[in-house]
């Protein structure tokens, strides 16, 4: 039970009226639900609600529907926060400060290299409060307010590292600015806090083959592209569409990934696809999309191997046992064989890449076929047939083997 029945409630109110009404308030109610009686008793662990003062400069506030005061306040101040409370910042949040991961040691150097940058790079702290006033006090673009129950329920990951920082490097953090929402719950329907604490916590998850489209490289594709009649979708987004005159960018870096004479970059495309793109700064993204490459080599690449693909899904129904294990697991493997043989269709436009396609294409894929179906029962006989397109070495010697 959250609330008292209104029938209740007016009697209460009924009672406290006649109590009250010729003095002072000599009795008050206070509804004491079930939710409040834990927290109670988690206070007595956790100890005393965090009241304090916190200077938002640059503020704005907003009083409806609920209060809230957003800003941006210096890291020093989220320092001292730290020092002094520690991971009873974020008793009401998801989760504590996790200390070195990737992601903390990315911020804690931005803080220490490019602390002018901070405010651009992070996303901010959401601040859940009882009530908040501000005090009286003579400021140029700036307010103090006494927050009373402070906590932080999204961006402890945010100060926690700031605090840690701080500890080598005060001048540094004393430079950051970190854009705040003080949010009063006062007033505010009984769930509002922890909803607040959802939604801050909760978005689309952000992968690394996003960052893709952050790339230049990828624009200048989309219009060679384009120029091809080819649709090149960089983005994700619902709905989207791979046809006959449209790749994803995920086609693309795997086809063109596996054209290139270096067999472990294959073999990653098989193991964790995600390696690719993980950085497009750095191998092995940059040795698949750079500026030699073209938009008919990308284009080639991708319907070579949407052919391979459908002749493995049709072939694959009548085959069994390894036969039907090397074609499917091979997948990869394949197409960098079938693209390396034939290496002068890609990039050259005077060639009849359209009748290769049609006729010779399935004849090659058969050949290989047969020779990695005999490799493998030479050379991996009691190998896991999976296990061998996944590794490393044994594909540096099967390419050898169909290449020579």
Known sequence: MTSLS????????????????DSEELISFETFTLLKAHKALAGLSEGQPINSEITVEHFEKIDIPYKM???IVNGSVFAQLWDKYRNKLFNENIRGFLGD??????????ILQYPENFLYYNNGITLLCDSFVKKPLVQQNAGTFDAKNLKVVNGAQTVGTIGKVYNQSPDSVEKIWVSVKLISLENCPQEFGENV????????????RDFVSLDPLQDKLKTELAILGVDYHIKRYAGMNVNDTSCSVEDAIVAVGCSLSNIDITVTAKREVGLLWNDINQEPYTLIINEKLTAIKVWRCVKIMRKLNNYIKIT???KKGKEKQCLIHSNRFVLHILLNKNASLLDDESIDFDSYLESGVQQDIETIEKKIVSAIEKKYKTSLVHQVFRNYTKCRDLQALLLK
């Open 316 to 318: 694959s129904k009548d």
């Open 197 to 208: 604490t959802k939604k801050t916590n909760t978005q689309n998850r952000i992968e690394k």
């Open 6 to 21: 209104t029938h209740n409630s007016d009697a209460i109110n009924r009672l406290l009226k006649d109590i009250n009404e």
């Open 69 to 71: 005061i957003y800003g």
């Open 101 to 110: 991961s990737v992601v903390n040691e990315d911020m804690q150097n931005t």
